[in-house]
């Protein structure tokens, strides 16, 4: 059973940083064997990708709004996937959903919504002064 968690989001003034946190509360396996992902979705706007790191760690990927200030990580023993954010801006408030590849074969972390089946509730992050 996976069971997919979020946490660290809140309220940050512009230019300040959050670290959002994933476990896996089920099996634990989703981290060591799987690609994962950042999403976000803001209310009226349909959920994108933010970033996407693979199974090992040694491949991650960017969407071009956030390249430069966000990082994603994973620690496999730890099973934790982070996202670090840097010089937030008002544009980055959205609610952010951790996801887990839907294919344990591949090797590169994947942009698109369908390629992934298993989502945490996400966490709010909200970037206001």
């Known amino acids: 059973q996976v069971q997919l968690v979020e946490s660290g989001g809140g309220l940050v003034q512009p230019g300040g940083s959050l670290s959002l946190a994933c476990t896996d509360s089920g099996s634990g396996r989703s981290f060591t064997t799987y690609n994962m992902a950042w999403f976000r979705q803001s209310p009226g706007k349909e959920r994108e990708f933010v970033a996407g790191i693979s199974w090992n760690g040694g491949r991650t990927i960017y969407a071009d709004s956030v390249k430069g200030r966000f990082t994603i990580s994973k620690d496999n023993a730890r099973s934790i996937l982070t996202l670090r954010m840097d010089s937030l801006k008002p544009e980055d408030t959205a609610r952010y959903y951790c996801?887990?590849?839907?294919?344990?074969?591949?090797?590169?972390?994947?942009?698109?919504?369908?390629?992934?089946?298993?989502w945490g509730q996400g966490t709010q992050v909200t970037v206001s002064s």
């Open positions: 996801a887990r590849d839907r294919d344990k074969s591949r090797s590169i972390p994947q942009r698109v919504e369908y390629e992934y089946d298993y």
